[in-house]
T-cell receptor
Framework: GIQVEQSPPDLILQEGANSTLRCNFSDSVNNLQWFHQNPWGQLINLFYIPSGTKQNGRLSATTVATERYSLLYISSSQTTDSGVYFCAVGWVGSNYKLTFGKGTLLTVNP | KAGVTQTPRYLIKTRGQQVTLSCSPISGHRSVSWYQQTPGQGLQFLFEYFSETQRNKGNFPGRFSGRQFSNSRSEMNVSTLELGDSALYLC?????????????FGPGTRLTVT
């Protein structure tokens, strides 16, 4: 099956700093999503981005499908950005399931 | 539009018992998937239903089963609970297919097996 690797596994920032999270995947994908898991466990949709670039406020994401990676940018980080960020991919051969990376644990200190 | 809802939110069961979890998808969504999240294994796919039919199943024992009703609501059942079944169970819905369409997750059911 497809492999999804996220880096770094852990990231500690001071409030106001910028960060880049990376997601590498081992095969062509038809679906790529970024999620933020809140302290209560819910996965919050950030981006649906199988290719291209999208922006939403302080967050933006870029997926380069031909090179099999995606980047999530967080600018001017806030303490509320803390949590685990997951990348998940789906593809035609996956029979409708998403495969998740292990996540990046982001801690933003005041 | 209301999001994905899951009930109950928390559950404590004893080894050997069985449990049923419920998921109501976003209105109009016909695909429902279930995932298990544990600290050791991360997020793992359990199964996916579309129009009351299971289309895909992950690598879990037969104690894990599910079904989908005509209104797209889904239930999953775990029989003969084991300590290792303690996990956060997440349900996701999408319009037609989880691998090819954006998925939206519910708040999860946290199951503790003692």
């Amino acid at each position: 099956g497809i492999q999804v690797e996220q880096s770094p596994p852990d990231l500690i920032l001071q409030e106001g700093a910028n960060s880049t999270l990376r997601c590498n995947f081992s095969d062509s994908v038809n679906n790529l999503q970024w999620f933020h898991q809140n302290p209560w466990g819910q996965l919050i949709n950030l981006f649906y981005i199988p290719s291209g670039t999208k922006q939403n406020g302080r967050l933006s994401a870029t997926t380069v499908a031909t090179e099999r990676y995606s980047l999530l940018y967080i600018s001017s980080s806030q303490t509320t950005d803390s949590g685990v960020y997951f990348c998940a991919v789906g593809w035609v051969g996956s029979n409708y399931k998403l495969t998740f990376g292990k996540g990046t644990l982001l801690t933003v200190n005041p | 539009k209301a999001g994905v809802t899951q009930t109950p939110r928390y559950l404590i069961k004893t080894r050997g018992q069985q449990v049923t979890l419920s998921c109501s998808p976003i209105s109009g969504h016909r695909s429902v998937s279930w995932y298990q999240q544990t600290p050791g294994q991360g997020l793992q796919f359990l199964f996916e239903y579309f129009s009351e039919t299971q289309r895909n199943k992950g690598n879990f024992p037969g104690r894990f089963s599910g079904r989908q009703f005509s209104n797209s609501r889904s239930e999953m059942n775990v029989s003969t609970l084991e300590l290792g079944d303690s996990a956060l169970y997440l349900c996701a819905s999408s319009l037609v297919g989880t691998g090819l369409n954006e998925q939206y997750f519910g708040p999860g059911t946290r199951l503790t097996v003692t």
